[in-house]
């Protein structure tokens, strides 16, 4: 089946940024659509978004650059070509774009073509998403990654720390992953009323807060567990999002919140003793992107006790997760569509930490917008987690529930694996204890 048309428009992400929707059009009539994310913070390795960045209009954020390299040079390319030639069309957008950020074409339209392509196909298949791009293998509901706080940019730097996450280690169904988290998130909510400390809704639904360190949340957070009747460390862990690429000024990490500052060897201690302090499961990017000697250290101590991902360390960059594995600077990959630009790298990146033995984490980013095509790679990729946000706005919701329709979709064949997706990077003697 062969691409007739494709076209591009302006819609607008959840922070109410411009944005575009792309949507290619079939021989016969069949329809697919794309909806590009965007990120508040954003790594320095990733792959180009392209704004118009003219003043006077949207305040410099529009994006009719990239709608016309859409409508014009990649859709005078791909015209006529097979719509299930995912790997061919993309890698013939890359070479047109010609750069290795695609600063040329802007990786938001490539990728938002990309997408529209993908789900073209399956349309035109008749199957769903997860199914044609997985090749039919994928099974696997992923366990839920949370926000309950938001802080750092997500949240005018309310707390420095980016994210406050919960993961339910103790469910045994996907259902249970939500139920529990739709308590502890009503629960933190209580809590910090109570308290005095919660300001609003941060960008990605998690609470807003009022606090005078960026430890207090811990506290609050571990009450909120056990108000909603679960025990913390068994039943629930906590996630953390340190953006620390943010904190760090090429000598210093700084916690603007509680006027400090840190050499890198003592903010590797400091995340070393949140980690044995706190039932820590996860934590993402606790160093900058380009300090090396903390991720190698941090992993030599808690890299078999801990998730340890890298977000703006990595940017889904096959290159530079080969260089992470090499190097044990990690021994997970956050996994985000719009950070390499295209459907085909994605899925590589999520193969490639796979092969390694490592844990992928399929992601969202803080401008996104009602789509749920990262809840079918997750499953598509088996990849095992997604993070999307809050248990609250519609633009997260949304893939929390499109992942409730796979799995009806999938009937007998759903797996979820839960808690134990971890068991692979843990100690024996910590998974079995969790």
């Excluded at 994006?63 to 097979?82: E, P």
């Amino acid at each position: 089946m062969k691409i007739q048309d494709i076209d591009a428009y302006q819609i607008y992400d959840s922070r109410g940024f411009p944005t575009l929707e792309v949507e290619v059009t079939l021989e016969n009539g069949v329809k697919g659509y794309g909806l590009v994310p965007s990120g508040a913070s954003t790594g320095q390795f990733e792959a180009l978004e392209l704004r118009d960045g003219d003043k006077e209009v949207f305040r410099g954020k529009s994006v009719f650059k990239a709608i016309d390299n859409v409508k014009t040079k990649i859709a005078n390319t791909l015209k006529g070509v097979s719509v299930f030639e995912q790997e061919k069309i993309d890698s013939t957008m890359i070479a047109l774009d010609g750069t290795k950020n695609k600063s040329n074409l802007g990786a938001n339209a490539v990728l938002g073509v990309s997408m529209a392509v993908a789900n073209a196909a399956a349309n035109a298949m008749g199957i769903p998403l997860y199914e044609y791009l997985g090749k039919g293998e994928g099974h696997v509901i992923p366990l839920n990654e949370i926000q309950i706080l938001g802080g750092g940019a997500h949240a005018a730097w309310a707390t420095d720390i980016q994210d406050y996450l919960v993961i339910a280690i103790g469910a045994k169904t996907y259902e249970e992953t939500l139920e529990m988290t739709h308590n502890i998130y009503h629960a933190a909510g209580e809590v910090m009323k109570a308290r005095g400390k919660c300001v609003g809704i941060a960008d990605e639904g998690g609470w807003w807060p009022d606090y005078e360190t960026n430890e207090e949340p811990f506290d609050v957070f571990l009450e909120a567990v056990e108000k909603a009747g679960y025990e913390a460390g068994k039943d629930v862990a906590i996630s953390l999002d340190i953006a620390a690429s943010d904190l760090f000024d090429g000598e210093k990490y700084k916690f603007r919140l509680d006027n400090k500052e840190f050499t890198p060897e003592e903010f590797c201690d400091l995340m070393i003793a949140w980690c044995e302090k706190y039932p820590i499961i996860s934590i993402e990017d606790p160093f900058a992107d380009t300090d090396f000697d903390s991720w190698k250290r941090f992993m030599d101590v808690c890299g078999d006790k801990v998730q340890v991902i890298g977000d703006d360390l990595f940017t889904t960059n096959i290159e530079r997760i080969k260089e992470g594995i090499a190097n044990n600077l990690a021994n997970s990959v956050l996994i985000k569509l719009n950070q390499i630009g295209s459907v085909t790298e994605t899925i590589q990146a999520i193969k490639l930490t796979q092969s390694a033995g490592w844990l992928p984490v399929v992601s969202a980013r803080s401008g996104e917008t009602e789509d749920a095509f990262i809840s079918h790679l997750a499953v598509a990729t088996n990849a095992g987690q997604l993070k999307v946000g809050s248990f609250a706005r519609s633009e997260r919701m949304v893939k929390w529930n499109e992942n409730i329709r796979i799995q009806r979709s999938l009937g007998e064949k759903a797996t979820f694996i839960g808690g134990k997706i971890y068991d692979q990077i843990l100690t024996k003697e910590l998974a079995e204890a969790k």
